[in-house]
């Protein structure tokens, strides 16, 4: 039996190599952490998307969430940009972040394209490496 075009095309699609890495989008992530290490909120909410300032309203508003709810970010040891992909027409970039006491987190970047370049428009942190079920 002959696949159909839809099953060819998904087996294409999964077979692909990971998009390479996209030199304005490292520097909009590399930015806002370098900002967060300085504890530069208003500079870290400038690579936040519209949508994202207008959640959280104020750089304070913004910074407060991160410490609380992202703190490897805030506080990053080592950080390794892996796969750029293209889900459901949005673009997410694949991060690698070892925190200060050795821990390796996983996190997922929504980028999207803003008038002076890329913006972080949402950020997932995805099942650490090595967690079973």
Same mark, same amino acid.
């Given at each position: 039996m002959r696949p159909s075009l839809p099953? *060819?095309?998904?087996? *294409?699609?999964?077979?692909?190599?990971?998009?390479?890495?996209?030199?304005?989008?490292?520097? =909009?992530?590399?930015?806002?952490?370098?900002?967060?290490?300085? !504890? !530069?909120f208003a =500079?870290?909410?400038t690579y936040a998307s519209p949508t994202i300032r207008g959640l959280f309203g104020t750089p304070e508003n913004f910074g407060a969430m991160v410490r609380q709810g992202y703190?490897? &970010?805030?506080?990053?040891?080592? &950080?390794?940009?892996? !796969?750029?992909?293209? &889900?459901?027409?949005? *673009?997410w970039q694949r991060v690698r972040i070892t925190d200060a006491a050795g821990g390796v987190h996983l996190l !997922?970047?929504?980028?999207?394209?803003?008038?002076?370049?890329?913006q972080i428009n949402a950020v997932q942190i995805l099942r650490a490496p090595g967690v079973g079920v």
């Open positions: 099953a *060819l095309a998904l087996s *294409l699609m999964l077979s692909l190599p990971a998009a390479a890495q996209d030199p304005g989008i490292e520097s =909009t992530i590399r930015g806002q952490i370098a900002a967060f290490l300085k !504890d !530069d =500079t870290a909410f703190p490897m &970010v805030h506080r990053p040891a080592e &950080v390794e940009l892996l !796969d750029l992909r293209e &889900v459901a027409g949005a *673009l !997922d970047y929504q980028m999207v394209p803003g008038p002076e370049g890329w």
